[in-house]
């Protein structure tokens, strides 16, 4: 599975993105999907999650309410709507595809198998 991320760019603080991450060479229909961030100087971080099924999504507390994970598996695609974009959110945030087995694990960069590039987000105050 290849998965290519786009949709970052520059924004002011509280504008909005919609970053999506598309797959060729397999369906992602069976795969638990997230997004993730590195700001500089940090370590990579858990942002959102959503099912193989589509009925449930996670999210780390700092963009509970902002944030909106998505998948259209018809497409191949998974999106993460970002919303009230805080300078705190700049980050390179990177898709990824795996099989999680619990709810714990999905937060967990160890139980992805396929990453996508990396997509460069930042929110200028």
């Known amino acids: 599975v290849q998965l290519q991320a786009s949709g970052g760019g520059l924004v002011q603080t509280g504008d909005s993105l919609r970053l999506s991450c598309a797959a060729s060479g397999r369906t992602l229909s069976t795969y638990t999907l997230a997004w993730f961030r590195q700001a500089p100087g940090k370590e990579r971080e858990f942002v959102a999650v959503?099912?193989?099924?589509?009925?449930?999504?996670l999210y780390t507390n700092s963009v509970k309410g902002r944030f909106t994970i998505s998948r259209d598996n018809a497409k191949n695609t998974v999106y993460l709507q970002m919303n009230s974009l805080k300078s705190e959110d700049t980050a390179v945030y990177y898709c990824?595809?795996?099989?999680?087995?619990?709810?714990?694990?999905?937060?967990?960069?160890?139980?992805?198998?396929?990453w996508g590039q990396g997509t460069q987000v930042t929110v200028s105050s």
């Open positions: 990824a595809a795996g099989v999680a087995y619990s709810i714990s694990a999905m937060r967990l960069s160890r139980s992805y198998e396929y």
């Open positions: 959503i099912n193989w099924r589509g009925d449930m999504t």
